[in-house]
Every structure is written in C-alpha cells, then in structure tokens.
C-alpha cells in the first residue's frame, strides 16, 4: 500500500512540475518601430513590448494614415488617449483566465477592451484580481468596421 501511494505522490509531482515549466514560445518580432507595426499583411503578429517584459498581438492592416501606426505594445492607457485625443467611443472589461491561477499576482487577471470607431479595437491589461496595476496596451486590432468590439 505505501508502494502505490509513493508511486502516487511521485506520478502526481511530476505531472506538477511538467505543468509548471514554461512552453516553448514563437518566434517573436523586433521591437516595436513604426516599421514593425505598419504592415501590409492581415496575419496576427507577436511584438515585444516597449520596456521588452513581455510580447503582444498586432492584428490587422494597419495603414501610415492610421492613429494605430502611432501606437506600440505596452503604451498606457493615458498615452492612448493622448495620441487620440479623446476617450474611447466604447469600452468594457471582463476576467481573463488567469483570474483562476492560484497565488497569480499579475497585473493581468483583468482585461479592458475599448473600440475606437473608424480604426479598430485596442485591450489593455485590467489589473490584479484585488483591481490593482494593469492599463498596458497588450493588443491592437486595426478593423475600422468595429467588428472586432465584442461585449
């Protein structure tokens, strides 16, 4: 009876820590420049932050004539709306996943999407799950139907 409940335990810990370890991640594009973030192809591209910490998304066509060519992965909220020079048309927020990881402390438990009409759909992170940090720009989808706001 031990034997099978250390075979247990050791099963049990090793499909922990093969949970735990990190998957292997996709290429990711240069830092962010007006280059890399003006594109003629629509296929989602990964692109590292400004402080590099982490990669967002780029969807879409972004044009030169475009606000969203001014904008770049890790920009807050408040430089957003600097650039725009206004507040969102329409925004939400809703639980990410990782809401749900025991002991996560990310300031990513949240998430914010806003629409701006005539360009496209940014969400930022929303903060901890105690409303805390969060207001980093994550991802930018150029889609000036607005069909990329869902609520």
């Known amino acids: 009876m031990k034997f099978l409940q250390s075979v247990a335990i050791i099963g049990t810990s090793a499909l922990l820590a093969a949970?735990?370890?990190s998957p292997s991640q996709p290429?990711?594009?240069p830092s962010p420049t007006a280059e890399?973030?003006?594109?003629?192809?629509?296929?989602?591209?990964l692109v590292k932050s400004i402080d590099g910490k982490y990669t967002g998304e780029v969807k879409g066509v972004i044009t030169?004539?475009?606000?969203?060519?001014?904008l770049k992965i890790g920009m807050s909220t408040d430089d957003v709306q600097t650039v725009f020079g206004r507040a969102p048309d329409r925004s939400h927020s809703y639980e990410s996943g990782k809401r749900w990881i025991?002991?996560?402390?990310?300031?990513d438990a949240r998430r914010m999407q806003v629409l701006y009409k005539g360009e496209g759909c940014l969400i930022f992170t929303g903060g901890n799950v105690w409303g805390g940090g969060g207001g980093d720009?994550?991802?930018?989808e150029a889609d000036?139907?607005?069909k990329c706001y869902e609520q």
């Open 27 to 29: 290429p990711v594009a």
């Open 19 to 21: 949970c735990a370890s």
């Open 144 to 146: 000036p139907s607005g």
């Open 137 to 140: 720009l994550i991802q930018i």
């Open 102 to 107: 025991p002991f996560y402390f990310g300031n």
């Open 64 to 70: 030169r004539e475009s606000r969203f060519s001014k």
């Open 36 to 45: 890399s973030v003006v594109s003629s192809s629509a296929a989602p591209r």
